[in-house]
């Protein structure tokens, strides 16, 4: 609506000029050559004005989460020579929309948004500016737009999660050979902020990876309700552990849950960036989501005319999932190299982190499911494996397996 008004608001201008009778100035009514500026004037290609790319952000750098965006999307713009342009704090609502627009009307040629629930006011933006690409990272919508200027973008990121998994089931198996409890007592804990199936396809593929070392482990789930919010995070990491779990993880994005975990003395496998700088003595490690190759992809793709693909997932293999270093003061003797022969089987194919023979529903191993979010009835199981992130980027995985129980807050 801003871009009509101003065309119609020139338009009111030029008829203006024309029923007064009003000439252009001489100026422009000079021979077109005395227009051309000298040769030696003429701006040298590689002088030309960098296109501006904007992200919106649900917070700013105090959030892991955001701040894992935040340093991508600057070191996507170093590496393209593209001007950042960034708004924060934007909530999930029509906030939104305003700040995706106002970054288009400021000249952006590419707009990023970090949040699933940006995605509706960014796909009304890219209605109204056909001209910009718009992406909404972790959405699900793009597929079914028919737009050519409207994206989506994830990772497999459950990966990551099952390699940090992997990590945590070490530490459970080191404290239960110290004798600090047993097999059976082997109980983690997981603070998670929406009951979405992103949040459950990370908590499960986490899980799996515990259980591929410690095949008795349990794990107790409790939801905040909210992306970010540090009381509550730190009071849901305080009830598992009162709870008995003896090592916790989280998909919620302050330092809530880790601070608790150092406070207790209880180890801590985080999300999106390491926390070793405040939790020394409980931090392992954490997997992440690197955007770094997906926004210089697309802002690339913008400089050079070219569009992108409409739903595009990361992999390990393009550098999309990674994870911090190990805290060798704190992980089970051995761990990074467990982590590289593990990562190896996912990069060749020969380890599927949901494997149906590894987990049950109701004491059942699945060979079909249709019920998943948002896949209209798609079957999501393919030769005994759930396919998560191939029928769409965003995850899909929503299944309440054996061994997961979740709390109320």
């Not at 109980?187 to 591929?212: H, Q």
């Not at 190759?293 to 992999?315: H, K, L, Q, R, S």
């Not at 079909?368 to 899909?396: H, K, M, Q």
Request: hydrophobic share 40%.
């Amino acid at each position: 609506m801003k871009k009509i008004f101003a065309l119609l608001l020139a338009l009111v201008m030029v008829f203006a000029l024309c029923a007064c009778g009003q000439k252009a100035p001489a100026e422009s009514q000079a021979p077109a050559e005395s227009q051309a500026p000298a040769e030696s004037e003429a701006p040298a290609e590689s002088e030309a004005a960098p296109i501006k790319v904007g992200l919106v952000a649900l917070h700013d750098e105090a959030s892991t989460y955001d701040l894992n965006f935040i340093n991508a999307f600057k070191a996507a713009c170093e590496a393209t020579g593209a001007e950042p342009v960034i708004k924060t704090q934007i909530p999930e609502d029509a906030s939104a929309y305003d700040a995706a627009c106002e970054l288009a009307d400021a000249g952006c040629s590419v707009v990023f948004s970090d949040s699933y629930g940006h995605q509706d006011y960014m796909l009304q933006a890219a209605q109204e500016y056909p001209e910009v690409q718009f992406t909404s990272c972790t959405g699900d919508k793009a597929n079914g737009a028919g737009l050519d200027n409207y994206h989506n973008a994830f990772a497999s990121i459950y990966e990551g999660r099952y390699l940090a998994g992997v990590a945590a089931g070490l530490k459970l198996q080191e404290m239960i050979d110290n004798g600090e409890f047993t097999a059976e007592e082997a109980k983690v804990g997981y603070v998670g902020a929406m009951s979405y199936a992103e949040v459950k396809s990370g908590y499960t593929s986490w899980f799996l990876g515990i259980r591929s070392i410690v095949p008795t482990a349990t794990m107790d789930v409790v939801f905040t309700g909210s992306w970010y919010d540090e009381t509550l995070e730190q009071e849901g990491a305080e009830k598992l552990i009162q709870n008995g779990c003896k090592l916790i993880s989280q998909h919620a994005d302050s330092w809530g849950a880790p601070n608790a975990c150092e406070k207790a003395g209880v180890p801590n496998v985080s999300y999106n960036g390491s926390t070793i700088a405040n939790c020394p003595n409980t931090f392992i490690v954490s997997s992440r989501i690197d955007w770094t190759p997906y926004f210089t992809m697309a802002i690339e793709a913008v400089m050079n005319g070219e569009n992108y693909d409409t739903d595009w997932c990361g992999t390990i293999e393009t550098g999309s999932v990674v994870l911090t270093e190990v805290n060798e003061a704190v992980a089970a003797a051995g761990t990074a190299e467990k982590l590289e022969e593990v990562k190896a089987q996912l990069l060749d194919g020969s380890l599927k982190v949901f494997d149906c023979s590894t987990w049950t529903k109701d004491g059942v191993n699945l060979d079909s499911y249709t019920d998943s979010w948002g896949l209209d009835g798609a079957e999501a199981i393919e030769n005994g494996v759930f396919t998560e992130s191939t029928i769409r980027s965003a995850p899909y995985f929503d299944i309440d397996i054996d061994g997961i129980t979740l709390l109320d807050q």
